[in-house]
């Protein structure tokens, strides 16, 4: 966001210049109004200093400047207290002309109760019963909040002059205030939320901003359901108000803007919603929603000149559309329809020599020529002549397959995948084989898709991710494909989830295993013991030095007994190799293939699960068994010899009992420690 749109250093410099005299607050206010042009309160206290300084021509200046696109009531009534100053010895007219000027910009605002009070006290010294009686008229019909006392004193103004008048005319008026009343309540509601002390900044998105947003829109709908029922223009007037208002706060929201506009042609001011869009793209010159908005408008109604103007400045700018081509790609179809085929051709040939000029300019400009010149050899010739240039972009080379296969020409269409597929790289040509694929369907035979489908597997297996499998296998999901026709498909929606599950599954058991594999040629095992060494230093571990601290659950119950060799850091110290538990793996060949399997660098805080269990699912690990009385094996703890806790003993059995009823599994446990950490090792048969 631009810093001098920061809102807080605003209000300071706000407040310093109250402090200062007006030869130096001006430059600042001039600073803070160039940043905030519609921030009301700023006006009124520039507005203000110039007039205690007396400068009234600068004070004239300051109102001519603001007073129209600040419809913000204590800015006019300040605006009405200097022309009440200027004008004090023999101006009463033109201060008259002031009042009904403020009125017919302000009047129907909720705010509005105090300049109407004020009118009717100037008219009530002036002595103007005629011009009294109308403005009292109109205020004790204008949902404000001083509704009630203007009402009070309009039935004591009437009962003045003429009782048998005044009857009548409170009776006719009584009505009208009334329903003026009620839809004062029902404004106030909707006038509640807003901030009218907020400063206009770019949008952020903040909850604050939003809320801010959501009720100018809550306040426009219920200006826009006329529940007063008053008359059309009337109605329009006070929308227009609101809009105005709104846009002194939301000057920064495109959209606000754009449905002002639109707003205003559905009610047939058209030439009022020219002026809000040129008020737009002051306030967003960099937006260009509003430009072609505004150049659509003009264009709808036959402003092709000034629709044009609008192209050309979005085509000069050098904004993101520029970049894109999007503007020039709209200014080709701007001229087709206003200046016919030899204008877009025309300009057409002097944008593909720009920089600018990206494949999808091409694309618009064969497109033309397909669907509204007819013109089909032109189409071709673009297409062609694009070539050259954009054959390494695949959408650009979809389009053209598009065109081909409209045309039915197969020949050129199977000539251009071949072309394509020989220039693209692996990973650009997903998109191509797959629309190559889909060709077949339509104009092969099964002998050429069968072709195209195998080709595209061999080729995509070359890239890995989703695509990558045994490129010689055939499962059943491309049978699905193959016989798949656009929403009907040869399978229910079970039975596709159930291949698409079972597709997913077999993609990530693929990885994992090369992943596997690529640790394990990394690793250097050693599987067969030397009896000269102990066993547990010729296993293999993980190199956890190399991975990030963990967080140990501590087990002081236990001493220290740990399969680790070697000095292997750990967050609880160095730990060394145990006689015992070589012993252990010298009983136990499978557990020291399973050590052996185990990754030598993982790379994180622990290792991946699935490449774990992916070992333990692979080794082959035997339980001795022995039969009991009843005939039934009993399980043989092979670390049986060494001294564990009595009390870890019994879990470990009841643990033991409860997963062979479960007759899922069974599982042999060892507990070591070292210092004060735990480690069992689980496995499963």
Known sequence: MDPNLNVHSASFQANQARRLPISEAAPIYEQLLAAFPTAAKFWTQYAEAQMAANNDEATKNIFARCLLKCRHVPLWQTYLNFVKKVNSSNGLEGIKEAFDFAINSVGDDIASGPVWLDYISFLKRSNQIVSLRKVYQKAVVSPNHNMDQIWCEYQSFERTYNKDLAKSLLAEFSGKFNRAKIVYWERRNAVQDIDFSMLAVPPTGSPREEGQWMAWKKLLAFEKENKQMIDVAWCNKRIVLVYEQCLMYLCHYPDMWYDYAMWLVKSGSVDAAVEVFKRALTALPE??????????????????????????????????????????????????????????????????????????????????????????????????????????????????????IRLNDDINARALFERALCSLPTEKSVEIWNRFVKFEQNYGNLTSLLKVEQRKKEALSRIGGEEKSSSSESSLQDVVSRYTFRNLCPCSVKDLDHLTREESLSRNMNRKLDSASTVLTEAKPAVVPDSSVPVSAKVVYPATNQTMPT???????????????????????????????????????????????????????????????????QSDIPISRKRKADGRDDEVNLLQDLPVDVFKMRQLKKYHSSGSQSGSASYGSFSCSSGEYSVVTRNTI
Do not use: W
Request: with cysteine.
């Open 287 to 404: 937006s260009e929603m509003l430009k072609y908005a505004y150049a659509e408008l003009e264009e709808s109604r036959g402003g092709n000149q000034a629709a044009k103007k609008i192209y050309e400045s979005l085509l000069g700018d050098g904004g993101a559309s520029t970049t894109s081509g999007l503007a020039q790609i709209q200014f080709l179809r701007f001229l087709r329809r206003t200046e016919g085929i030899e204008a877009a051709r025309s300009y057409f040939l002097e944008a593909r020599k720009s920089q600018n000029c990206t494949y999808n300019v091409y694309i618009a400009y064969a497109n033309i020529a397909v669907c509204q010149d007819k013109n089909m050899k032109l189409a071709l010739n673009v297409f062609e002549a694009g070539m050259k240039l954009f054959l390494h972009e695949p959408e650009y080379i979809l389009e053209y397959l598009d065109l081909l």
């Open 551 to 617: 967080t140990v659950v501590p087990n002081p119950g236990l001493r220290s007994q740990t399969p680790m060799a070697g000095n292997v850091q750990t967050t609880t110290g160095p730990v060394g190799g145990d006689p015992k538990f070589d012993d252990v793996l010298n009983t136990a060949p499978a557990l020291v293939a399973f050590l052996t399997n185990m990754p030598q660098q993982v790379g994180g805080p622990t290792p991946d699960v699935d490449v774990v269990l992916s070992f333990i699912m």
